[in-house]
């Protein structure tokens, strides 16, 4: 069984990497190439018909996108592995790709012998990351998420969830009633709502504000 070959698709919209794609792995020992499909649709239909261990995903593709047919690989139950393999490598495409459920993220300009040898280690379920995309997560777990709302913003909204009107938020805070006003415009342009209680309903849904116990 270890010598069963890898059965791959390729999700492309460019023949000429389609084509380039193609022959590399089917001329490399250990593959076998299944077909070719230009756009996501295209692909998550030739993947539920020929079941294949592995798929070369493109993310910018014409119609259904690389993401959007990762993530409908995995709400069919296809059990395909996914190895994305893009020219983009910045947080936006990435990450969403990696919580779709892509084993792992190569870029095109790699080595022959790094796609090789990642494709095998993809279809192990090993994950595999270019070194620029392995540095950009480790950059992204290093450096906390910017916060959303400022310290003092929360503590009005507290205030204000809390039953508060801006005059006793202002004196509970030692400031003025325009202060608290200034404040809680900033949180409306935030969150993206209209008013007091929509703002205090919005930051319970983001887990800005917890629910204190009774």
Do not use: C, W
């Not at 193609?22 to 295209?42: I, K, N, T, W």
């Amino acid at each position: 069984m270890t010598d069963q070959p890898i059965r791959l698709l390729i999700a492309d919209d460019h023949p000429i990497v389609r084509d380039g794609l193609s022959s590399m792995y089917a001329s490399a020992p250990g593959f076998e190439v299944l077909g070719v499909a230009a756009d996501g649709a295209e692909v998550v239909r030739m993947a539920q018909a020929l079941h294949p261990d592995l798929i070369l995903m493109d993310l910018r593709m014409p119609g259904m996108d690389g993401l959007t047919a990762i993530k409908e690989l995995a709400r069919l139950g296809v059990g395909a592995r996914v190895l994305v393999l893009t020219t983009y490598d910045n947080d936006s495409h990435v990450l969403p790709a990696i919580e779709a459920g892509a084993t792992g993220y190569l870029l095109k300009d790699a080595l022959r012998e790094e796609l090789l040898r990642g494709a095998r280690a993809a279809a192990k379920g090993e994950t595999v990351l270019s070194p620029a995309v392995a540095a950009r997560l480790v950059n992204r777990v290093r450096t906390p998420a910017p916060q959303l709302l400022s310290q003092r913003e929360l503590e009005v909204l507290e205030l204000v969830a809390a039953g508060n009107t801006n005059r006793e938020v202002a004196a509970r805070l030692f400031i003025t009633e325009a202060t608290v006003k200034s404040h809680l415009l900033n949180v409306y342009a935030k969150l993206g709502v209209a008013d007091r209680a929509a703002a205090v309903a919005e930051a319970f849904n983001r887990h800005l504000l917890i629910p204190r116990p009774d």
